[in-house]
């Protein structure tokens, strides 16, 4: 145990036993240290695990190509390894502990041989905060290690946050051969550790994000009264100066990175609008003793999409990926710049694609399919302090107070641009009843309209079914709940383009929310919840073709009522663990839409 080192006996012995499983030739204690952090970065691009990028143009940013199998989150080798069955619930794929513990430890056997093992003690959430939960990552891989030092608060603070207690989720992770057939990422809520092998995907690997801070965290939040979620979280200054927060939660590679740092487009920015960024991934949030709900964010960096990432759609992620860097399956150029499908400025003549093959644009492969030159979920990981509009209270143990939570899903038909519940009870149910077209975030069919309750089927740690309870439970709990929204910013007409601008222009919708939580407007009432009334949404400086906001809000009673079988066979999945609110919701919407 060289270099840096600890007095609480538990890590101790536990980083003790782990190497002896993986036997490692060097264990490295990371102490958050950037003369640390840059020989590491050294050492890796030497090894080949990161090749170094033009340092005039993108200072302190690095390249890192994943193996081509190896690209997205494996959810088919997911589990939840609870003792019953019945508490990984019919979301989760499942494994009884002492037999994962078992399959896992053949992959994790020597491992690490040849490599060094690196001990990551880390925080999410700012250090010392009631909110925050610590954890210790050890890896054989740099990438991580330097993935981590962004996407968490590491090194020496969170360190000493273990000499007053002995809590942490401990969360070990090898490469091994970062071979598909011995890949597991294995969860054991009641012994609060992650094992994950055989992957080098952010995802997969990097356990404080998806593992610690979702599906570990909503375990311990269920037990502790609190709400770990896949949302971000924005703070909207209003033309008076008052910031208002929300909180949404949108399926993977749906926009909540968008949304969480958007421009607001002109015609409503002269109003005084300004954005300020919180987070684009995950939120924890508690009723606090005002009775309000109040929300941190986590993670302390971005792991966001690249593809259509640009200047029009996303300036403020452009400036914060200028520097400290790490871009991960994305088009390498001859200047040594980075590019993928959709970003700024012309397409490279030629380039490296992210397989590390020669490319060439419009290039085709055997069957005639044109080549990407970047991964369609090619990603970039950077700290959030670069994003020009990041929140001033960030680093506050505190949070900011939510206003209203949103959820949303990507539908070409069915769902409104937006509507709000009725109330909290209703809100659950429509974030239970979500669904939304998959998407390259996770391996799978792209495009498949699968239910995705409040964007966390592949996340929530527990069974849904108690898990719908939990919501319930905590709107008792608050004084003024939010008011709960359903965006969907993916409607499409009949040729299948987009019906709604988006990103910027979605402000204007986001005005609209808030004008409901203040009381400003009138809505109209219809059987999915309220939508708006259309002189209600200012669209000052935005032209869309004539009868474009009536079909945007349009509410299809036949659709609708199709749609509920899909919701009754999701709900029937979960038997007696499905709260009957949900089902009294059910017959009340199904009432309703049959009603003339
Ligand atoms: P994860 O990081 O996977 O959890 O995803 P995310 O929800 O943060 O998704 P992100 O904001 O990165 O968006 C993913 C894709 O959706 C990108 O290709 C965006 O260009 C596209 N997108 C985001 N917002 C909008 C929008 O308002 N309209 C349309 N049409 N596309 C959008
Ligand atoms: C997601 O897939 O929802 C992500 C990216 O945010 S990953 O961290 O890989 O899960
Ligand atoms: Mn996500």
Redesign the pocket.
């Known amino acids: 145990m060289k270099k840096f080192s600890t007095h609480n006996k538990k890590l101790k012995d536990w980083v003790t036993k782990m190497a002896k499983m993986c036997q490692p030739d060097d264990i490295v204690w990371i102490d958050g240290s950037a003369a640390q952090k840059e020989q590491l970065e050294k050492e890796a691009i030497v090894s080949g695990e990161l090749i170094g990028l033009n340092q005039d143009k993108l200072p302190g940013c690095v390249l890192h190509r994943t193996k081509p199998d190896d690209v997205a989150r494996t959810e088919h080798l997911t589990f939840i390894c609870t003792k019953k069955k019945r508490d990984a619930g019919p979301n989760n794929n499942w494994m009884a502990p002492s037999a994962a513990y078992k399959k896992a430890r053949s992959i994790f056997k020597d491992s690490m041989r040849g490599r060094t093992m690196y001990v990551i003690p880390f925080s999410m959430g700012p250090v010392g905060s009631p909110f925050s939960k610590i954890g210790v990552e050890l890896t054989d891989s740099r990438y991580v290690v330097l993935n981590m030092l962004i996407m968490t608060r590491a090194g020496v603070a969170a360190l000493k946050q273990l000499e007053k207690d002995d809590h942490f989720t401990k969360c070990l992770h090898s490469k091994a051969q970062l071979d598909i057939n011995k890949r597991l990422i294995m969860h054991f809520p009641e012994d609060n550790t992650i094992w994950s092998v055989g992957s080098g995907y952010g ?1 997969n690997v990097l356990l404080g994000k998806k593992c610690l801070s979702l599906r570990i965290a909503s375990f311990i939040a269920r037990k502790e009264r609190w709400l770990a979620e ?1 949302m ?1 979280i924005m703070g909207i200054e209003e033309p008076n100066g008052h910031i208002e927060y929300i909180a949404a939660a ?11 740092m958007l421009v607001p487009p002109e015609g409503l920015k002269i109003k005084g609008y300004r954005i300020w960024t919180v987070g ?2 995950i939120a924890w949030m508690r009723v606090d003793s005002d009775g309000q709900l109040w929300a941190i964010n986590p993670e302390a960096g ?4 690249a ?3 640009n200047s029009k ?2 300036p403020n992620m452009v400036e914060t990926i200028k520097k400290d860097t790490i871009y991960t399956n994305v088009v390498l150029k001859p200047d040594g710049t980075v590019w993928w499908e ?1 970003a700024d400025g012309e397409v490279p003549a030629e380039g490296i694609d992210w397989i590390g093959r020669p490319w060439k644009p419009g290039m085709k492969d055997a069957s005639g399919k044109v080549v990407l030159g970047a991964n369609a ?1 090619s ?1 970039f990981t950077a700290p959030i302090v670069n994003c020009p509009i990041a929140s001033f209270r960030l680093e506050q143990h505190h949070g900011v107070p939510i206003s209203a939570i949103i959820f949303g899903g ?1 539908r070409a038909h069915l769902a409104p641009l937006i509507y709000e519940s009725f109330n909290w009870q209703h809100g659950v149910f429509v974030g239970a009843t979500m669904a939304s077209e998959r ?1 390259a ?1 996770q391996v799978g069919a792209v495009g498949e309209v699968r239910r995705d309750p409040m ?1 966390m089927l592949p996340f929530c740690g527990y069974n849904m079914g108690s898990y719908f309870g939990h919501w319930l439970n905590m709107g008792k709990k608050m004084k003024k709940p939010p008011k709960i929204f359903h965006a969907n ?2 409607r499409t007409d009949e040729n299948g383009k ?1 019906l ?4 910027g ?2 402000l204007r919708v986001l005005e609209w929310v808030l004008d409901r939580c203040n009381n400003k407007v009138n809505a109209i009432e219809t059987p999915i919840g309220y939508v708006p009334f259309i002189s209600d949404i200012d669209m000052t400086g935005l032209h869309v073709p004539e009868g474009t906001l009536e079909k945007l809000f349009d509410v299809d009673k036949k659709s609708w009522i199709e749609e509920l079988k899909g919701i009754r066979k999701f709900f029937e999945m979960f038997k007696k663990d499905l709260p009957k609110e949900m089902w009294e919701e059910y017959e009340e919407l199904a009432l309703r839409l049959k009603k003339q």
């Open positions: 995802g896949h971000l949108f399926p993977s590679a749906c926009g909540k990175t968008n949304l969480a684009d991934d971005f792991f966001g999409v593809p259509g990432t759609t996303n959709g979920n990603r990507r998407t975030a964007a910013w993916f987009f709604w601008p988006g990103f222009e979605n």
